[in-house]
């Protein structure tokens, strides 16, 4: 059973271009969690997504960011218009979410975002 | 309140002492408590968790230590060995219907050989 993928693994942009970060979660998770970790410091939370669905998107912030998961197909993590600050590595985490809540999330490697 | 506070930020070890690393939360909402270990490069990945129903569980060298009414818990690493030298994150997880995750700052533990 693979783990959960993220794509790709380092990303390079530009300031004013558009960043695509994928998640594929593992086989059967139907929840993704996305994070933003800074240089020396703990992961975020961002956004909370069943397929089709955003569940909670308090951590997102409120433009440029956008997050989809589909019914077929990685979850998307999508930044417009990147600037300097954005640099940061991009965590998602997918779980099973089922009617016991003990399960855990599992993250992926990450994406690490540079922007010149 | 949705905080995790966590203490120390980095901590040296000598190989085969304690690491110990603290944290506390204030909101009372929180009832899943994960620690993560993470290695540079990598993502975090699931040490050991709690729920505040117990207030302490071992699996191996590690031990998570939970004080519900003081809203603190806490991880020890026993006979500290140089691979455990990471960065270790708590984390709090809220309730059902929510399952957000909010986590400390990281702590960043060097074992010395």
């Known amino acids: 059973n693979a783990g959960v993928m993220q794509n790709p693994r380092h990303l390079v942009r530009r300031r004013g271009q558009e960043a695509r970060l994928r998640c594929s979660p593992m086989?059967?998770?139907?929840?993704v969690y996305w994070y933003r970790q800074l240089p020396e410091e703990g992961l975020k939370f961002m956004v909370y997504?069943?397929?089709?669905?955003?569940?909670?998107e308090s951590g997102m912030p409120k433009e440029r960011f956008s997050a989809e998961f589909p019914k077929e197909g990685p979850s998307i993590l999508r930044i417009q218009q990147v600037v300097r600050g954005d640099s940061a590595a991009y965590f998602c985490?997918?779980?099973?979410?089922?009617?016991?809540?003990?399960?855990?999330?599992?993250f992926g490697p990450g994406t690490r975002l540079t922007v010149l | 309140q949705q905080q995790v506070k966590q203490s120390p930020q980095s901590l040296i070890v000598q190989k085969g002492g304690i690491s110990i690393i603290n944290c506390a939360y204030e909101?009372?909402?929180?009832?899943?408590f994960p620690w993560y270990q993470q290695f540079p490069g990598k993502g975090p990945a699931l040490l050991i968790a709690?729920?505040?129903?117990?207030s302490e569980k071992k699996e191996g060298r590690f031990t998570i230590s939970f004080n519900k009414s003081a809203k603190q818990f806490s991880l020890h690493i026993m006979d500290s060995q140089p691979g455990d030298s990471a960065t270790y994150f708590c984390?709090?997880?809220?309730?059902?219907?929510?399952?957000?995750?909010?986590f400390g700052t990281g702590t960043r533990l060097k074992v010395l050989a």
């Open positions: 086989k059967g998770h139907s929840h």
């Open positions: 997504l069943q397929k089709e669905n955003i569940i909670d």
């Open positions: 985490a997918s779980w099973l979410v089922t009617g016991v809540s003990q399960n855990e999330q599992f």
């Open positions: 709690i729920r505040p129903d117990v």
């Open positions: 909101n009372t909402a929180f009832d899943y």
């Open positions: 984390a709090a997880r809220g309730r059902r219907g929510t399952y957000k995750y909010i």
